[in-house]
């Protein structure tokens, strides 16, 4: 049941004509949308924002996004638009909105800002981290859309000098401008790849045994997953792309057009831990000789398609395999860790924030390796290059383990931002 056409909206009202899909999309039915729009103007707008904001909050947080129909967008419009979106609803409305803008249909919508785009995990358990320390000089190894550099900026203004944004996403870095416009002075943004960190250090003025707080939030952001042109999501339609770096020079569709089955199966077993590794390898490949995979949902289907009760999507494992290939997430950890312990200062503090089991154990294990004292080191057999190798093995800088158990989210900010339930947060510090 629809209010009649002119009549203010209550947040009651409002939930009326939502419906979530089986996918987690939100949508609303035509006639909802008009009558949002109401010839005497638009329904008190203080009266809609909290279950506007719930709604929308909730379809964001189920899929990353949601699909709304023409009527409602120029609903939206009317009622103050898009453009202000962030500003007007909060946090939940901006994330949809968001998405709107890589959904290709024609919609003239621009992106929120970056704090709406993308919520950093483990912000206050990452603050606690640097406590206590005197940060003049901070290294944010995965800058991303800045959030983590925000609140450490905010945390120790009165002594940070430098702050070192790194990241190999040019739109993430752009954003992220925008978002420490505030804190400029300090402030040294860098493309590249935390796989090169001591060098890109070097390169901003830093160096070695100088730093005192380095973070590595080893996650994928939101910006990329929601985005189907990049290729990261099984839940959109795009390419089949799946590049952190869009200048990389490998994709997922390569991968799955060009590369042998063993090589296909082995990868999915290794980097994805699905059981069924060899039979989707093989469906891969005979699908390819049909037609070459060029979206995203070409593999999905070849995969299994849709998820039935609860549990993972089929194709979650393999696309998380994928991604981890083509941008080789596993060597450029096992490179990155040992540079960054070098680079800090005597009471520096090295923080890692990993999200599935294969990050883990390799930060698991190196941080071993660095806080102890002397002797042989565990082989990294994600190090394909022997400079790392040897670096991992020599007899590392006195460290120690500031936790001995991962520091995870708490039930509170699991509800609000649910991709923080596997992110594990590991800290080590440079004692002298």
């Known amino acids: ?44 707008l203080n009266a809609l924002r909290p279950a506007m904001d719930q709604s929308f909050g909730v379809a964001a947080r189920r899929a990353g996004g949601c699909a709304l129909g023409r009527g409602v967008r120029a609903a939206l419009m009317h009622i103050g638009g898009i453009n202000t979106w962030g500003g007007t609803l909060g946090a939940g409305g901006a994330r ?65 000098e430098t702050l070192v944004g790194i990241d190999q996403d040019p739109v993430a870095l752009q ?47 939101s910006l990329q997953l929601d985005e189907a042109e990049r290729g990261f999501s099984f839940m959109r339609d795009g390419p089949l792309d799946m590049r952190m770096n869009p ?10 057009n060009n590369w042998a089955e063993e090589d296909i199966a082995q990868v999915i077993w290794e980097y994805g831990e699905d059981r069924r590794s060899r039979v989707i390898a093989k469906k891969v490949v005979a699908q390819r000789e049909i037609k070459p995979f060029e979206t995203t949902h070409d593999l999905v289907k070849v995969i299994g398609g849709a998820r039935f009760g609860k549990g993972n999507h089929p194709a979650t494992l393999t696309f998380q395999a994928l991604r981890i290939a083509v941008n080789q997430e596993l060597h450029v950890l096992s490179k990155a860790l040992p540079q960054a312990a070098e680079l800090l200062a ?63 989210a708490t039930e509170a900010e699991e509800k609000v931002n649910p991709r923080a339930r596997s992110a594990k947060l590991r800290i080590i510090e440079r004692v002298y």
């Open 175 to 221: 954003l992220a401008a925008q978002r420490l416009a505030a804190h400029g002075d300090k402030l040294k943004l860098v493309s590249g790849n935390f796989a090169d960190l001591a060098r890109l250090a070097e390169d901003a003025g830093v160096a070695k045994g100088t730093v005192d707080g380095i973070l590595l939030d080893i996650g994928t952001s």
């Open 1 to 44: 049941r629809v209010p009649h056409r002119g009549a203010a909206l209550t947040p009651s009202l409002f939930f009326l004509p939502l419906l979530f899909s089986p996918a987690g999309s939100l949508t609303v039915s035509r006639a909802a949308a008009a009558a949002w729009i109401a010839p005497a103007g638009a329904p008190p």
């Open 96 to 160: 949809c909105m968001s998405a709107l803008a890589a959904q290709g249909d024609g919609s003239v919508v621009e992106r929120g800002p970056p704090e709406d785009l993308h919520v950093s995990v483990l912000p206050a358990e990452v603050l606690e981290a640097f406590r206590g320390i005197k940060v003049r000089t901070f290294i944010d190894g995965t800058l991303g859309m800045g959030g983590h550099s925000l609140g450490i900026c905010d945390a120790h203004q009165e002594t940070l």
């Open 346 to 408: 005597p009471g520096g503090r090295l923080a890692v924030i990993s999200f599935h089991s294969l990050e883990d154990r390799i930060v698991k294990q190196a941080f071993k390796d660095l806080t102890q004292d002397a002797g042989p080191r565990h082989k990294n057999k994600y190090a394909r290059d022997e400079e790392t190798a040897a670096l991992s093995a020599e007899t590392s800088p006195p460290l120690r383990l500031v936790h001995r158990r991962p520091v995870t």
């Open 247 to 256: 200048n990389g020079p490998m994709t997922a569709a390569d991968i799955c």
